[in-house]
């Protein structure tokens, strides 16, 4: 019974991250939503940005936390450990729904591009971004990151086993695609508004400090990382460098 439940809370996670994974495509693009990430402001602009600020920095905080292997550590003392990242995602979900809710628009334009072939260009750059994002969590292992491998393997009593360290496809050529295309949908729009840049100001500095706290708990698990690190750029393709550090140095 005990491990039915396990398994319930883990899918139960997972069906409100996908939810929520695709209402922020809306939100950031301002399509299928109630709320968007420029819907029309109502409150004073230095609320607006104290309470947004707020958000942003809810959400790295509990991200990176919740993330660190410590906290782990401690979290699986009062919960299952089979649970311990679906309760990682869902603790994620949550704080991105109460950005969403709470989020408050702040008018002002800082950039408008009319001519139709580069918004055109934008909008599929914004797309790519999403595309990127869900495919790269595929190529690592998808049902792993999220917590449902987890669940369905206590479902059927068997042990938990680590992931071996693989760069497949993007991964060889990109350390971290996922960000790069989350990168991608936060800065591709064809009208940046002072709310939008703002989110995307706040994320990308998240994301870059968070890439260093990841590659820290990835030195300390897989040691192989270091090499990797050392050829393959970190969020931008960089072309010749991965060939470059093959090649064998001179006498």
């Not at 899918?11 to 695709?22: K, W």
Request: with cysteine; proline share 6%.
């Amino acid at each position: 019974m005990q491990r039915i439940l396990v398994f319930a809370y883990g899918a139960l996670s997972y069906i409100v991250f996908f939810l929520t994974f695709l209402y922020a495509i809306g939100f950031v693009g301002n399509i299928y939503v109630p709320k968007g990430i420029d819907s029309a402001p109502q409150v004073p602009l230095l609320t607006a940005l104290l309470v947004n600020l707020g958000l942003l920095a809810l959400f790295a905080v509990q991200h990176s936390l919740m993330a660190r292997p410590f906290f782990k550590r401690w979290i699986t003392r009062f919960i299952p450990q089979a649970i311990e990242r679906s309760t990682y995602v869902l603790a994620s979900s949550l704080a991105l729904i109460a950005l969403f809710v709470f989020w408050q628009p702040m008018g002002g334009v800082i950039w408008a591009v009319n001519q139709p072939l580069l918004v055109a260009l934008l909008q599929t750059l914004f797309v790519l971004g999403w595309l990127i994002v869900l495919s790269s969590t595929f190529l690592i292992n998808h049902f792993d990151l999220f917590g449902l491998r987890q669940v369905w393997l206590n479902l059927r009593n068997k042990p938990y086993t680590e992931l071996r360290f693989v760069t497949p496809l993007m991964y060889s050529f990109c350390r971290h695609p996922l960000y790069l295309g989350f990168l991608l949908g936060f800065w591709m729009t064809p009208v940046m508004t002072v709310a939008h840049l703002l989110f995307a100001l706040g994320t990308t500095g998240y994301i870059l400090v968070a890439i260093q706290l990841e590659e820290r708990d990835l030195i300390d698990a897989h040691p192989e990382y270091l090499e990797y690190r050392r050829r393959v750029p970190m969020i931008i393709p960089i072309p010749g460098r991965r060939r470059a550090a093959h090649a064998p140095e001179a006498a």
